[in-house]
């Protein structure tokens, strides 16, 4: 069956470090891979979207990077900030002909220290 | 403002009285699905639709009910709640290959 993986453990870091965030999946084949933010008690939040034929996509202060052979996408918050603080999700399609579904990861918690 | 509604936020209920949590968007998608989201279990899709009158069951659809009517709205029946529905629930809206957009979620506690 479909898996996504991302690390359960919370991550620490301290300010103005580079975040990077796991996520890898199984037993797929997908069109494309999304990530996004949450805060508690609140909906999950679109950051980025990259597609299967793309390695490498940047917004701002984010990168997400897609490696369709190792199964895995890297999302790296750089110069990274309190506010920055959340669970961010990774988000697969889970038909790419649907052009719609998506099966989400159970999220990663990052924590930004001052 | 692009919005995903979902009313009410928070309800008490008891075992067995039906309820409707209300799901509308403003943004012409074609495509809405609703969720729960419990601890360690992460985010599970329990109906989805891809336009009106076309719906279909996601991963977790025993005990729940849903129709699409008009295109913007897409409501979650719970006929009979039992406490195993305790959750905090979202409502999505996309069209295809693009994301979802969020409500704000309805925390349903059934006692």
């Known amino acids: 069956s479909q898996k996504i993986e991302q690390n359960s453990e919370a991550l620490n870091i301290q300010e103005g470090k580079t975040a990077t965030l796991t996520c890898n999946y199984t037993?797929?084949?997908?069109?494309?891979l999304q990530w996004y933010r949450q805060d508690p008690g609140r909906g999950p939040v679109f950051l980025l979207l990259i597609r299967e034929n793309e390695k490498e996509k940047r917004k701002e202060r984010l990168k997400v990077t897609f490696d369709t052979t190792l199964k895995q996408s890297l999302f790296h918050i750089t110069a990274s900030q309190p506010a920055d603080s959340a669970t961010y999700l990774c988000?697969?399609?889970?038909?790419?002909?649907?052009?719609?579904?998506?099966?989400f990861g159970k999220g990663t918690s990052l924590l930004v220290t001052p | 403002e692009a919005q995903v509604t979902q009313n009410p936020r928070y309800l008490i209920t008891v075992t067995g009285k039906k309820l409707t949590v209300t799901c509308s968007q403003n943004?012409?998608?074609?495509?809405m699905s609703w969720y729960r989201q419990d601890p360690g279990l992460g985010l599970r899709q329990i109906y989805y639709?891809?336009?009106?009158?076309?719906?279909d069951k996601g991963d977790v659809p025993e005990g729940y009910k849903v129709s699409r009517k008009e295109k913007r709205n897409f409501p979650l029946i719970l006929e009979s709640p039992s406490p195993n529905q305790t959750s905090l629930y979202f409502c999505?809206?996309?069209?295809?290959?693009?994301?979802?957009?969020f409500g704000d979620g309805t925390r349903l506690s059934i006692l």
């Open positions: 999505a809206s996309s069209s295809t290959g693009s994301p979802q957009h």
């Open positions: 639709s891809m336009n009106v009158e076309v719906t």
């Open positions: 037993n797929y084949s997908p069109a494309y």
């Open positions: 988000a697969l399609d889970k038909d790419s002909n649907s052009g719609y579904a998506l099966n």
């Open positions: 943004m012409n998608h074609e495509y």
